[in-house]
């Protein structure tokens, strides 16, 4: 799709650009779906560039054609940041030789998101680690804004209810609101239905570490009715040597997996 054919929201790409992470949010079978995610903004708007490792990811969300993406977490970003849920319709491109992603959205990656520069920030690093660069780039168009508070702590939690619509109703649609340590609800509260109710916390400045936790269950309008609760909450330990090799080394080959995956689709064949 051109560029002119969609209507630009430059406050909302500036409050995108200027985020470190953000939460995408969408409704798969009436219940929702949420990913951390890094923001950013191409020449045709705001794209999601996920590695190939989320293969999965990146065509659920095209497959279900709206997404609610989340800025609820302050810290870190820049002047422009400010906390909003943004409605936008997806649109997927798989870049598996990572031609677009390496020229037009890489150095926006490398300056805001440390963990990329292992294995990207230079010529050698792309080379050894070219795994890293194709990408399936996640295209927003973007809707409506709509308002959210921002977390102002670890005990805070991002809520996202599917709702209960159906079709092309507000159920297609999820809501998001972030609750205080107490539980309430900082705004209008999303009406009931299935929902997920999400804590993160990540080490600052190298962000390194980025804990993710949530709860399952259905909001009834006023409380969490809890179904599944997190094995564990909190910020991951500090890794040790052995711990980040295995790390990257699972990476890669989750990156690789997808990418063989998605060219033996291309080419029609079936089966490993």
Same mark, same amino acid.
Do not use: I, N, Y
């Given at each position: 799709m051109p560029?002119?054919?969609?209507?630009?929201?430059?406050?909302?790409?500036a409050a995108l650009r200027a985020a470190v992470v953000a939460d995408v949010a969408w409704t798969v079978e009436g219940r929702p779906r949420l990913h951390g995610v890094l923001p950013l903004v191409g020449p045709d708007g705001p794209v999601l560039a996920l590695p190939f490792s989320e293969l999965a990811t990146a065509r659920s969300l095209a497959a279900a054609g709206r997404a609610l993406v989340c800025l609820s977490e302050p810290e870190g970003v820049g002047r422009s940041w400010?906390?909003?849920a943004v409605r936008a319709r997806t649109r997927l491109h798989e870049d598996p030789d990572g031609d677009v992603f390496t020229a037009i959205l890489l150095e926006q990656e490398l300056l805001r998101w440390p963990p990329s520069r292992l294995l990207a920030d230079s010529v050698l690093l792309r080379r050894e680690h070219w795994w890293w660069l194709p990408r399936l780039l996640v295209h927003l168009e973007v809707l409506e804004e709509r308002p959210l508070a921002a977390r102002e702590g670890p005990?805070?939690?991002?809520? $996202?209810v599917a709702g209960d619509g159906a079709g092309d109703g &507000?159920?297609?649609?999820?809501?998001?609101? $972030?609750t205080g340590p107490t539980g309430a609800v900082r705004? &209008?509260?999303p009406a009931p239905g299935p929902a997920v109710l999400l804590g993160q916390e990540l080490s600052w400045p190298d962000l390194e570490r980025w804990g993710r936790?949530?709860?399952?269950?259905r909001w009834d309008g006023e409380a969490l009715q809890v179904e599944q609760a997190p094995e564990s909450t909190g910020l991951p330990p500090v890794p040790g040597l052995l711990s980040r090799w295995r790390r990257h080394r699972a990476l890669e080959r989750s990156c690789r997996a997808g990418l063989a995956a998605a060219r033996r689709e291309a080419a029609g064949?079936?089966?490993p």
């Open positions: 560029p002119d054919a969609v209507r630009r929201h430059p406050d909302v790409e400010r906390p909003l005990d805070d939690h991002l809520l $996202v &507000a159920g297609d649609w999820p809501e998001a609101a $972030v705004g &209008a509260a936790w949530s709860w399952q269950g064949v079936t089966g």
